[in-house]
């Protein structure tokens, strides 16, 4: 698909189908992840992939926004190996994950994967539900699978400002 078309075509699945995504396919979405731009080129990312009925309990018991996706992934990345800007005031790590999984989510839709970005669930509870390493900070989770049968986008999703009201030039 052409990189346009992904853009256009890409929307947060609400309601997935019992579809498996395959292991090459999710595969080919890993890598698009993995070679995401980081700062300094530190990779702190750090990927689960939940695909166990237990694993999507704990899940399930820390959001409401799983929709049935047979694929979660969580993207964490590890606070200890981060970039600190001048100033002191931020690192690289959320923003760094954030590419990570913008990257991850335009791979799954030009393989014809669903998705949907969830942020809506307690990081620090649902990294010990886990058992995560306490150096990592969860920064989202990513439904993927395929859309149950007349789902599509909400209504809003293709309301979008004039680029005139996003953009300037200085």
């Not at 702190?44 to 166990?52: D, K, N, S």
């Not at 931020?90 to 989510?105: F, N, P, Q, Y």
């Not at 669903?114 to 989202?140: R, T």
């Not at 007349?150 to 996003?166: A, I, Q, S």
Request: aromatic share 8%; net charge negative.
């Amino acid at each position: 698909m052409e990189f346009s078309e992904v853009v256009k075509n890409r929307y947060s699945c609400k309601k997935f189908s019992g579809r498996d995504v395959s292991a090459d396919t999710l595969r080919s979405i890993l890598e698009a992840g993995r070679l995401a731009p980081t700062a300094k080129n530190l990779q702190e990312q750090h990927i689960y992939v939940a695909r166990t009925a237990d694993i999507m309990e704990k899940i399930d018991s820390a959001t409401p926004c799983r929709y049935g996706a047979p694929v979660v992934l969580i993207v964490a990345y590890d606070k200890d190996n981060v970039f600190t800007y001048p100033g002191s005031e931020r690192t690289s790590g959320a923003e760094d994950a954030a590419i990570v999984a913008t990257h991850l989510v335009l791979a799954a839709c030009d393989a014809g994967v669903d998705s949907c970005w969830i942020n809506f669930f307690n990081p620090d509870e649902l990294a010990e539900k886990l058992g995560l390493p306490e150096n990592e900070e969860i920064l989202m989770l990513l439904d993927l699978g395929y859309a149950a049968e007349g789902t599509g986008p909400l209504p809003k999703h293709g309301n979008r400002k004039p680029l005139e009201e996003t953009v300037s030039y200085l």
